[in-house]
């Protein structure tokens, strides 16, 4: 075994991270040919496999997957270096977050305060858009995204994993049986995401009572007993059950990824904003 080229390692996470070569070399702006090559070097370094190559794209083995979170923090580790070298002068700014109403309300807003006492020079303009800002144009700084944009020039990292479950009040749920319940659901606005089209399939001819296209609407009157929503988890259960029996499990998942412009990313105000927004939404634990 020797010892890794660093910039092996980065190719690694890139490809860990895009699932094809092709879209690793994309988010690397490089040949597919010299990512493929770069995992070829960092296996003969480390004499060990750590991709299985399939027609349809590259999957981590038992060694690739053992290796992944010692390189991610490799690189966290080295962010930290970089922004500590550039010095804390440098963080000034505003640096403008894009992300979807209810993640940018329940989810970031609460869970913000070190993060901002850790940067003081930065001005964080947390923006809850419905719709995806336009980071080639600027728009915004970072994105949070539930779709995994394929655009080049953009940086993409997975950040966390959003689970989905059945929630009513208890009042509600002690009223009426499973046969008399009704439903809390999107409308025509949000009807393609996974977890409504879940909901559709399991209410059979039971009615909707509301819809809307606001999730901390549909939240509220969950709490206030006008029925049954299918929420995220990261909004608080108090005051309302997960509805476990008779209703299925809901099997819903859906990555969030933050997103940002290669060149902007380059910025030190913007680095440590998204370093600060990846460790608050990494898994604890």
């Known amino acids: 075994m020797s010892q890794p080229d660093w910039d092996d390692l980065r190719y690694f996470l890139a490809l860990h991270d895009a699932g094809t070569l092709s879209a690793a ?27 299985d190559r399939f027609p349809k794209g590259w999957s981590l083995t038992a060694a690739g997957k053992a290796l992944a979170p010692h390189v991610r923090k490799m690189e966290d580790g080295l962010h930290g270096v970089l ?9 000034h700014g505003k640096v403008r977050v894009s992300a979807p109403p209810a993640l940018a309300a329940w989810l970031l ?8 006492h850790r940067l003081p ?7 809850g858009e419905a719709r995806e800002t336009d980071l080639m144009r600027r728009e915004s700084d970072i994105a949070i995204r539930y779709n995994r944009p394929t655009a080049p020039g953009l940086a993409v990292r997975s950040v966390a994993t959003v689970h989905y479950r ?3 009040s208890d009042g509600y749920l002690a009223s009426r049986g499973p046969e008399e319940w009704e439903f809390l659901g999107y409308d025509e606005q949000l009807q393609h995401t996974p977890q ?4 559709e399939k399991i209410r059979g001819e039971r009615r909707y009572c509301l819809r809307s ?12 007993g006008c029925g049954v929503a299918v929420l995220p988890d990261y909004l608080p259960l108090a005051g309302l059950l997960a509805v476990i029996a008779p209703a299925p499990a809901c099997p819903v998942k859906r990555k969030l990824w933050i997103v940002m412009h290669e060149d902007v990313r380059r910025a030190a105000p913007v680095r440590a904003v998204a370093d600060e927004i990846i460790a608050l939404l990494a898994p604890q634990g």
């Open 25 to 51: 070399a994309r988010t690397a702006g490089v040949e597919h040919t010299t990512v493929a090559r770069r995992i070829d070097a960092l296996e003969a370094a480390l004499g060990v496999r750590l991709f």
């Open 121 to 127: 020079g930065i001005e964080l303009d947390l923006r």
């Open 83 to 91: 922004r500590a070298a550039t010095g804390a002068a440098e963080l």
């Open 213 to 224: 296209n606001d999730l901390g609407a549909l939240y509220q009157a969950a709490l206030a």
């Open 109 to 116: 807003a609460p869970r913000l305060r070190p993060a901002l």
């Open 196 to 199: 409504h089209q879940w909901l």
């Open 166 to 168: 059945l929630c009513a």
